[in-house]
């Protein structure tokens, strides 16, 4: 259901309530608290029900077993109806150049957007909205105080979503001095590329392998470790004297807090295949456009000019395989928890620069692997004055632990050793993993330590540039410092003074 007050004579004046459906979404958190506390209380449950069934109705009311559950189905009443109250009075209105959202409830609210503000007008569809018929459309701004979040999300019937996203977008571009018809696509469903580009040929799709080895490739070190290390405990298992079904029950207790780490670990590997499903990535003129995913379908339109910065990311699996995956830094794309931002799966060096070539031509003039400077040698030289804290530290901590406990010494120290020889190898990794380039648009940046990244920085979507020097590092005449963007914090490795100098003019 999805109501419309009557239509107006202005033909650019579009009011629109948000789809009904919504109300449930939104009180999805209370749902689950109150199937926590019932659950927590079953034992109760089933008592007021074996009551009714044996003294009934009258007697169980009687002993007052059932007013618990009473109040819980009244409060959910009062919250239900306070959320169908507050959609009721809630409109959206796109006017000329302005998204106007009012809640005229007591407590009014009359929020405007101009729609040359907006970064992004993107789609998405969970399980339920899909089973529903309806579409969230997400909008976001260019501002520093909400890149972390999306700024609008609304959920409309899906025809109507998909009318609202093009008639915003149509707005955008006679704001930019283009065709009011440019990029709006034909098509009504998210996960749908528009015949007109599919035969193009210049959509990159991935398939259930590709996926699969971008998972593979981008899991952490220790989940691969741990699913691992629970394929050869589960075989040692069955292969041992616990094998018979009397002794595995005996010490289940034991195999269980062990098998939920294990399953834990083995979803870190099946969420980004769930995740990033049907991955397929074009670019339309000025816009790309990517979309993906299984259970959540989501559609994002990218405007070339609204990236602030590409990240060529190698997480350690990758780094040892070498395989690379790219990453966009813009608002309305990664800025929560549940939306990523890559670009491209997992692939090889070749492969990569190939599909940015396409992609994004305009962050490839600068050449990203090719030319990159290493952080200076004196930065060897500070970090080892800098971890002399962290020496300082262990060794106090070593002593302290052998006067209050019964320790061995030799287990002390060699607790102490390993500590210290893994801060030396990650300042070590660091050093190495540190680089930097000037380009002629773009600031490109190296860093990691057992990850390992590259950042094209654009010189125009740089917002500060902050350069520090500690105060070896100042005596031995280098420095280092952060580039701050709308959505990402870079780091600049230990260079020499001028040239620090000389990336801070270029930028600002």
């Not at 107006?8 to 004046?13: A, G, L, S, Y």
Request: with cysteine.
């Amino acid at each position: 259901m999805n109501n419309e007050r009557p239509k107006e004579n202005n033909p650019e004046r579009i009011r629109l309530r948000c789809h009904f459906s919504s109300i449930f979404e939104s009180l999805w958190q209370f749902w689950a608290i109150i199937a926590i506390t019932l659950f927590n209380q079953i034992d109760t449950i089933i008592e007021v029900v074996r009551d009714m069934k044996s003294s009934g109705i009258r007697q169980v009311l009687a002993q007052g077993g059932i007013w618990g559950l009473a109040v819980i189905l009244a409060v959910t009443a009062a919250v239900l109806l306070f959320q169908v109250l507050r959609w009721r009075k809630t409109w959206v209105t796109l006017d000329g150049n302005l998204i106007i959202i009012e809640r005229n409830t007591l407590n009014r609210i009359h929020n405007t957007i101009a729609v040359e503000n907006l970064s992004a007008v993107n789609v998405e569809r969970n399980l339920f909205e899909r089973i529903v018929g309806t579409a969230r459309i997400k909008m976001d701004t260019s501002s520093m105080t909400t890149a972390d979040k999306t700024d609008v999300s609304l959920v409309f019937r899906e025809d109507k979503a998909i009318a609202f996203r093009q008639a915003v977008i149509s707005r955008m571009n006679q704001v930019k001095g283009a065709a009011a018809e440019e990029n709006l696509e034909a098509d009504i469903r998210p996960d749908v590329v528009p015949e007109s580009i599919a035969e193009s040929g210049n959509v990159f799709s991935y398939g259930a392998w590709d996926m699969a080895k971008h998972s593979f490739f981008s899991m952490s070190i220790i989940n691969l470790l741990i699913v691992a290390g629970g394929i050869a405990g589960s075989v040692w298992y069955r292969m041992s004297e616990y094998y018979e079904p009397g002794a595995i029950l005996e010490h289940a207790g034991a195999v269980i807090p062990v098998l939920l780490v294990f399953v834990s670990a083995a979803y870190g590997l099946i969420k980004k295949y769930i995740v990033y499903y049907n991955f397929r990535v074009y670019r339309d003129g000025d816009d790309l456009h990517m979309r993906y995913g299984l259970l959540k379908l989501k559609s994002y339109t990218v405007p070339i000019d609204k990236i602030s910065a590409v990240e060529i990311v190698q997480p350690t699996l990758s780094r040892i395989f070498k395989r690379y995956q790219a990453k966009i830094v813009t608002v309305g794309v990664g800025d929560e928890g549940s939306e990523l931002s890559n670009l491209t799966m997992a692939m090889s060096k070749e492969e990569l620069l190939h599909q940015l070539g396409v992609l994004i031509p305009e962050f490839m003039g600068e050449s990203i692997f090719e030319g990159v400077c290493g952080e200076s040698r004196k930065g060897v030289a500070v970090r080892a004055v800098k971890s002399v804290k962290w020496i300082i530290m262990i060794v106090v901590g070593a002593v302290v632990t052998g006067l209050l406990t019964d320790l061995p010494t030799w287990t002390i120290a060699l607790c102490a050793a390993g500590l210290l020889g893994f801060i030396f190898l990650l300042y070590g990794l660091a050093h190495i993993s540190a680089g930097w380039k000037k380009g002629e648009q773009a600031l490109v940046l190296m860093q990691g330590c057992f990850a390992k990244s590259w950042i094209v920085c654009r010189y125009d979507k740089v917002q500060m540039i902050s350069l520090v020097a500690h105060p070896a590092a100042r005596r031995m005449g280098i420095k280092r410092g952060t580039v701050h963007m709308l959505q990402m914090v870079a780091e600049i490795p230990y260079m020499e003074d001028e040239q620090a100098e000389e990336i801070a003019a270029a930028v600002l």
